[in-house]
T-cell receptor, first 112, second 112 residues
Framework: KAGVTQTPRYLIKTRGQQVTLSCSPI?????VSWYQQTPGQGLQFLFEYFSETQRNKGNFPGRFSGRQFSNSRSEMNVSTLELGDSALYLC???????????FGPGTRLTVL | DQQVKQNSPSLSVQEGRISILNCDYT??????FLWYKKYPAEGPTFLISISSIKDKNEDGRFTVFLNKSAKHLSLHIVPSQPGDSAVYFC???????????FGKGTKLTVNP
């Protein structure tokens, strides 16, 4: 069974640009969550989607947004990039009825 | 305010001995706790979880203990193996939510 896949794995952008990251969950999983990992703040929850609806949202500015498609694949978008957005962005999928989630390898975003 | 705390940034043990990783939480509404292991350049891998209605859960070499009155949980690895060397994250959630609150991790090194 294929795991969670994320594309791209690495990305370099400059301040002010926008970026879109993609996540394909494990087959059958309907919940997709996004997390940001930085050395200072650790792993922080961004948002969670279930059946194309955002169910939970973390404490991030509106520049961070996401969506989920009917096939459960998800994208997250960050607009007007700032240097502090440099981080590892992790996607996790689950059945939606429990807290157990399975993570992808992440997308390493560097903002210059 | 950090709701999940892992106060030891690092831990070093000898192969074959017991590794004990600790985690404290402040939010009494958390009712589900998970441990993840993370290698560099990979996403976190789910290890073991425990519901607040239990005080112990065991899976092979891994055992998680939960002390609700102290708001404390620990992960025991017996016997420790060099392949267990990784960063271990404690996470918590409430009400079956997919939103996980993570500690900042403990880097475990198992020496041969």
């Amino acid at each position: 069974k294929a795991g969670v896949t994320q594309t791209p794995r690495y990305l370099i952008k400059t301040r002010g640009q926008q970026v879109t990251l993609s996540c394909s969950p494990i087959s059958g999983h309907r919940s997709v969550s996004w997390y940001q990992q930085t050395p200072g703040q650790g792993l922080q929850f961004l948002f969670e989607y279930f059946s194309e609806t955002q169910r939970n949202k973390g404490n991030f500015p509106g520049r961070f947004s996401g969506r989920q498609f009917s096939n459960s694949r998800s994208e997250m978008n960050v607009s007007t990039l700032e240097l502090g957005d440099s981080a590892l962005y992790l996607c996790a999928s689950g059945w939606g009825g429990s807290s157990e989630q399975f993570f992808g390898p992440g997308t390493r975003l560097t903002v210059l | 305010d950090q709701q999940v705390k892992q106060n030891s940034p690092s831990l070093s043990v000898q192969e074959g001995r017991i590794s004990i990783l600790n985690c404290d939480y402040t939010n009494s509404m958390f009712d589900y706790f998970l441990w993840y292991k993370k290698y560099p350049a990979e996403g976190p891998t789910f290890l073991i979880s425990i519901s607040s209605i239990k005080d112990k859960n065991e899976d092979g070499r891994f055992t998680v203990f939960l002390n609700k009155s102290a708001k404390h949980l620990s992960l025991h690895i017996v016997p420790s193996q060099p392949g267990d060397s990784a960063v271990y994250f404690c996470a918590a959630s409430q009400g079956g939510s997919e939103k996980l609150v993570f500690g900042k991790g403990t880097k475990l090194t198992v020496n041969p």
